[in-house]
């Protein structure tokens, strides 16, 4: 992958050249420019063989470039945009080819009281730091080690609620706090490089489903910075990024890439533009794949604690509770199973006991109709509820035995109901050697390949766009998957119990109706109790997920996430040895 990538680079190396830009191409063409040059650098230093060809070929473009006066003496008319010229001189440096006078003026602009003064957030300031120590310049502006603290990679972030340009600043943090896998830093205290091992592993999995190339390769590479060489979810990105590639070594890059006056450049401008950091990021991903480690991978972290439930849901049952008697019966029942469901994970069964026993009551006589439309898994775990709260319904009872009778008549059993089916049997209304004499329809799901990929990205969705319910059902497909205890899966966790009022209700409804606010606090508050439920009863047995577990298909990606009777409508009622690459 590393040569077809360079090869393809330095085949089409005069684009790099800024002299020859058109004026509102010239900054783009200036920023590919550095890149570039930084890649040739990072070969210099990490790999001692003399350059390959096309390794030399795009270094003697950066030279040519970046020896005129005009170029180089941009930082002293601009000292704002000292990253985007130091980082040339600091590349040329590395390989052999110092120019005093670039260093001099980038000396110069240093010590002018702005260039390296003006504010700028963590990563940035890491990303100054470390072009300083590269052009051996010196100064005395805080060490990387000071900075570090403060960066987003550093402040444990919910990663549903990172946009890619948040990404990109944890990649960037990685690169320039190791040195390129270089250096240890000195991490925060309380933190442990494991976290952020286990925090890229889980954007990776976001990066492959979106299909961004761009962020697969970046994230990959800053597994190798942390010394993480083989694992699961390093093979997974390398069969993506190597899926992706043509077969002339570009690798395209995400949408987005071109500023929109670019729209009107020739086609061939176009292709490289879009694709050449994505093909650099790869050959990098290379490179560090094939050079000798200097650092070994960190420890694992100590488990994960899991996010308390049990204060959580136990509020929310009692206002699903206090709550139900106003609901119509067809939207109630949900609520009063799904507070039954959370009393139960808490183990404090009798909190959901008299709801449980007045809808017994009031629903005795309810039509078949009505248990039908509840559909089998909410009729199924409300008539087990009731039998752990030691009462029955009539009418519920009566549709129960109703269904087993039709399903003992079918000749197979089609896979959509194969859940309901094996209900009836836990219920022991429906034998179970009756049950396994019926053949049954199968479907060709696969564990931990589609349906979790995309309840990972469902959340992602869903969090943007406050889509609880939704997020309720993606949450859950991940639990019945086995993802429990996943970075993702605890995030999501944590960011539903954040979304708790004072009362118990989850949600915050944007808009003032109080019937229409009280509807939708229903409605979300039903589905995450069922979430958080199964969260803490398949917690009390996972095992921490293995390394790289969460595998997917890209291609998968543009899949909804499966749906649940107990959620919200998805619109939500308020909106070994490897060889080198």
Partial sequence: MEDRAVAWIAAR????????????TVLFTRKALIETAFLAGLRARLDDAPLTNDYAAILEQVEEAAREPSYQEMIARDESALLLYAGTYAALRLCGRDAPEFRRIIRQAVEGG???TFERVPYRQLDLLHTLYLCEIEHDLPSMDDVLPFSLLCRRPNVLKLADRDVYAITHTIFY???????????????????AVELLEALLVLAEARTNADLVGELLCCLYCLGVTHSQAVDRA????????????????????????????????????EGYHTTIVAALAGLLERTPRRRTQPPASPPAEDVPLRTPLRRAVMWLCDASPEQDHHFGLAGVTAAALGAAAIQEHGLARPALERYAAELADAAPAFWQKQGMEIAGEFALALRQA???????????????????????????????????VSLGVLEQSAASAIPRQTTHHQKNHQGPLHAAISLCEAQENYHLGQMAAG?????????????????????????????????????????????????????????LAAVATTGRQALTVPDGELAGSASDAGAPCRNHPFDADSTDPAGGDKPHR
């Fill in 390 to 424: 030691g009462t029955h319904c009539p009418s519920l009872d009566e549709h129960l035995k109703g269904t087993a009778d039709a399903v003992a008549s079918l000749e197979s059993i089609p896979a959509d109901i194969t859940d309901g089916v094996d209900r009836l």
């Fill in 13 to 24: 190396r005069a684009l790099l050249d800024p002299r020859g830009a058109r004026p509102d």
């Fill in 238 to 273: 390398w069969e993506f990024l190597e899926s992706v590639q043509d077969d002339n070594g570009r690798v395209n890059g995400p949408e987005g890439v071109l500023h929109p006056g670019t729209d009107d450049e020739d086609s061939d401008f176009r292709h490289w533009a």
């Fill in 177 to 195: 706090a190791t040195d390129f896998g270089l250096r240890d830093p000195a991490w925060p205290r309380g933190f442990h490089p494991g976290e």
């Fill in 114 to 116: 702005y260039a390296a």
């Fill in 475 to 531: 949450l859950r497909t991940l639990v019945q998957e086995g993802w429990t205890r996943h970075r993702i899966t605890r995030d999501a966790v944590s960011f539903l119990i954040a979304q708790q009022n004072t009362h118990g209700a989850f949600g915050y409804p944007a808009f003032d109706d109080p019937m229409a606010r009280r509807q939708a606090q229903y409605s979300w508050t039903r589905s995450i109790t069922i979430a």
